[in-house]
């Protein structure tokens, strides 16, 4: 009997069916890929596993754990196998765990539930799981809070919380989408170690195929709530069955066409940034960290021509999103000196300073938390307008709002209805549109796609390919993929310096610097996961031939 057994599985939120009749089944030791476009259900089955469906949910079918029927039990029975028996990993660690609690506490709790330990025991399991996940005494200790980690050590505190007492099954929803490509790697090899170690039934929840061609073991398709197929990884990515399945595949390494750009480098550039240093006042008193300065961006110079786009890259905590504050005039530097066609940003005030700001406009990674759920997409659009010297008529107003939003692919009807209306990708498309209304020069994009999944990600990068033949984008991002995808020229950053600069094909195929060398290695990628797996599947059979002939003449 599978470790889990999901038999006809059907939910149904507000009387409209989500999941229609899904069945699968997972090993101990296994790790299962679900995959699928957001909206296709895959939270919702996980969610449906645990047993944390919404309350007006319905739910029939069967979903058993080690032959116990969970669809059957009340709360206080799922309170009971939570933890114990199953786990989850969540997408954001900094929501998943309590602000107020260290990290030593939120680790412990699940011992002391369910094995009723005593507060000093619950705490030696704690320090011993927090050493198994990476996080180890000497540097860790027990007394942190969720703040003062970043956020893949934030991430491997949850997956402590999740393997404590070494549940049979796990649940990891998205479980490195925010995390740059180093620390990416490092969780899904975690990962990968504990499955093989305590012989866990992992189910990874994902939309990006190249980590589920990396790490999983056999991969169900989600599409409209219903699994549409099912199979080994390298079976179902090499000869895919279903179109939906050669769809996603395609546009998982969708690439824009841009028009030929000439002369560029002959133009003044829009933006430029001379040796910038950016430092902060070190205030904490952890043993973390020392007294003195941080000093965030050192010595950080880049340039951007008119119709170009280039990437900044580089690990979570490298300096990018200072840099991005300090380009937006939002902080103060400590030295050098950032232009916008030739006028120094940084010593504008009044009137220079609003003209200024107007030429850059920036796309975040979350549009949700960009918006005021209140605002109907009208004002939400229209509130740069503050920043022209003349803003329009409320008649004008309204035409530009229209026009903005049918030039990123939406309709004028649009602005009367409230962010909360439309999906991930179209809100994306809203935060683009605010951020071309006041004509800018450049946009500046984080981590503007990393979130999506791959058909309206591609659907943007489109967008952003067809905008950058009249403007300048700036991509700060972790995804190489996507750089490579969009951007002309790259930096790459770490800790606050440029360490590496050049054509992004150029750079990311040759690279000089060893740590540019790391980041293209530790990036996923779908034909090198499956190739890696190739070679494994020979290596094995070879293995079993030398194994055999050996046998055979002893």
């Not at 006809?8 to 296994?30: I, N, Q, T, W, Y």
């Not at 402590?160 to 620390?183: F, Q, R």
Request: aromatic share 2%; hydrophobic share 40%.
């Amino acid at each position: 009997m599978s470790l889990l057994q999901i038999r006809d599985l059907c939910v149904g939120v507000g009387g409209r069916p989500v999941l229609k009749s899904l069945s699968l089944d997972v090993e101990a030791g296994e790790i299962l890929g679900l995959v699928g476009e957001s909206g296709s259900g895959k939270s919702m089955t996980a969610l449906a596993i645990m047993g944390l469906l919404p309350q007006r949910a319905s739910v029939s079918g069967s979903i058993r754990l080690a032959g116990i029927e969970l669809t059957a039990m009340r709360e206080a029975e799922l309170c009971s196998v939570r933890g114990r028996d199953m786990g989850m990993i969540f997408q954001e660690p900094m929501s998943a765990l309590n602000p107020l609690i260290t990290i030593g506490e939120q680790v412990a709790e699940t011992a002391r539930i369910h094995r009723r330990l005593s507060r000093l025991d619950a705490l030696g399991i704690a320090r011993n799981t927090l050493d198994r996940v990476g996080l180890p005494a000497d540097r860790f200790s027990l007394d942190l809070y969720p703040h003062q980690l970043s956020g893949g050590q934030r991430q491997r505190v949850v997956i402590a919380i999740a393997i404590a007492l070494k549940p049979k099954l796990v649940i990891a929803d998205e479980p490195t989408t925010a995390l740059d490509v180093t620390t990416q790697a490092q969780i899904l090899r975690l990962l990968q170690r504990l499955v093989r170690e305590d012989g866990i039934g992992l189910i990874l929840v994902t939309h990006d195929l190249a980590v589920v061609a990396q790490v999983a073991d056999l991969v169900s398709v989600l599409n409209d709530g219903m699994i549409i197929e099912h199979g080994r990884t390298e079976r179902l990515f090499r000869s895919p069955d279903h179109p939906f399945l050669r769809s996603l595949l395609e546009t998982a390494s969708h690439r824009p066409v841009r028009a030929r750009r000439h002369n560029v480098a002959k133009t003044r550039p829009v933006l430029e940034v001379q040796c910038v240093v950016r430092e902060y006042p070190r205030t904490s008193t952890t043993k973390l960290v020392g007294s003195g300065v941080i000093r965030a961006v050192d010595d950080v110079s880049i340039s951007i021509q008119p119709g170009e786009n280039v990437g900044l890259v580089g690990e979570s905590g490298c300096g990018k999103s200072t840099l991005l504050r300090a380009i937006l005039g939002l902080e103060a530097i400590q030295g050098g000196e950032i232009r916008v066609h030739g006028e120094s940003l940084t010593r504008a005030r009044g009137s220079q300073l609003r003209r200024l700001r107007r030429q850059i406009q920036v796309v975040f990674q979350d549009p949700w938390s960009s918006f005021d759920p209140r605002w109907r997409v009208e004002r939400l659009i229209g509130e740069s307008f503050h920043l022209l010297d003349a803003p329009p008529v409320p008649q004008e107003h309204r035409r530009k709002v229209d026009e903005v939003l049918e030039r990123v692919g939406l309709r004028a009807a649009d602005g009367d209805r409230h962010p909360h209306e439309f999906s991930g990708g179209q809100r994306q498309r809203i935060a683009i549109a605010r951020a071309l209304i006041t004509e800018p020069s450049i946009i500046v994009l984080d981590e503007a796609v990393s979130a999506l999944d791959a058909s309206i990600r591609a659907q943007i990068l489109d967008l952003l390919a067809d905008l950058s033949q009249r403007l300048s984008c700036l991509f700060i991002s972790h995804d190489l993929d996507v750089v490579r995808a969009i951007t002309d020229r790259i930096y790459v950053m770490h800790d606050g310096r440029i360490v590496e600069s050049g054509a992004t094909e150029t750079v990311l195929t040759s690279p000089t610097h060893p740590y540019t060398a790391a980041l293209v290695a530790a990036t996923p990628n779908l034909e090198t996961a499956l190739r890696n797996r190739d070679e494994e599947a020979a290596r094995s059979v070879a293995d079993e031939d030398s194994l055999r002939r050996r046998s055979v003449n002893g």
